[in-house]
């Protein structure tokens, strides 16, 4: 893991520069589209449930994101892995800003970040609290899109400011040679690879995207985290236009 995580960094610092000579795309094809609706397995080293990712963009760039995800098979008789993330917020020099951010959980009540100003309000476990973020902060869902169009923007290594219930986490990002991911249907379709971390390694994240055409969609995201271990979501099967639409 050391290793791997040298690696990631001496990448992020610009030593691997090279590796993207003629791979520039632009903007348009980076750019998430305007709507959109994608179904994914979620495996935690096997299968445990099915989401849905679903999102819209205003005109104006204002946005609306919703990840649903619901446990599937005999996993549900032990485990229940069911959530919905809605995130809103609007869409600023190639960051989804998040504005609102709600996790809901079966048994649980629900958490809110909800942006005022300079501040964040965090909603838990029956009590309100606050702490300062900058107006460019994003929830877990919007980074996801926040990546792809910061690499529209040439942007191949750089930042982003994570939010959590907890406080903010800084995240350092980089373009990685392209890869072959394996869809839930069994296809493997050639990927361009970002990957995240904070700086301490306890929460990072490895995304596979198809670039180009209607705009740039996840095709696999890993996605992991201290307290909650490591989920995998990945695409059921490369989506008709008519479901991801520009």
């Keep these: 893991m050391e290793q791997s995580r040298r690696d990631f960094l001496r990448v992020a610092a610009g030593i691997a520069t090279a590796s993207f ?3 520039f795309r632009g903007a348009e094809e980076w750019r998430p589209p305007q709507r959109g609706n994608l179904a994914f ?3 935690r080293g096997v299968r445990v449930a099915e989401a849905v990712l679903r999102w819209e963009v205003g005109s104006e760039g204002g946005f609306q994101v919703v990840l649903e995800t619901r446990t599937s ?7 229940d892995f069911s959530e919905v993330r809605r995130s809103e917020g ?3 020099g190639g960051v989804w800003r998040t504005e609102r951010s709600v996790r809901e959980r079966p048994g649980r009540a629900p958490e809110t970040l909800v942006r005022e100003g300079e501040w964040v309000v965090v909603s838990r476990k029956g009590r309100d ?3 300062p973020a900058p107006t460019e902060a994003v929830d877990f869902v919007c980074l996801l899109w926040s990546l792809a169009e910061q690499q529209g923007l040439g942007r191949r290594r750089g930042g982003l400011t994570l939010l959590g219930t907890k406080g903010i986490k800084e995240v ?3 373009l990685l040679p392209a890869t072959a991911v394996q869809l839930e249907s069994g296809a493997e379709v050639k990927a361009e690879r970002i990957e995240a971390q904070t700086a301490d390694g306890e929460w990072r994240l490895w995304t ?3 670039v180009g055409g209607t705009g740039a969609i996840p095709l696999v995201v890993t996605v992991t985290a201290k307290e909650e271990g490591t989920a995998t979501y990945r695409l059921r099967g490369l989506p008709e236009e008519r479901e991801v639409r520009g």
């Design 90 to 92: 609007r869409r600023i």
């Design 129 to 131: 609290y606050r702490y």
């Design 172 to 174: 350092t990002f980089a």
């Design 21 to 23: 000579a003629g791979e």
């Design 41 to 43: 397995g979620v495996e």
């Design 73 to 79: 098979g005999v996993v549900g008789w032990v485990s």
């Design 208 to 210: 596979g995207w198809r």
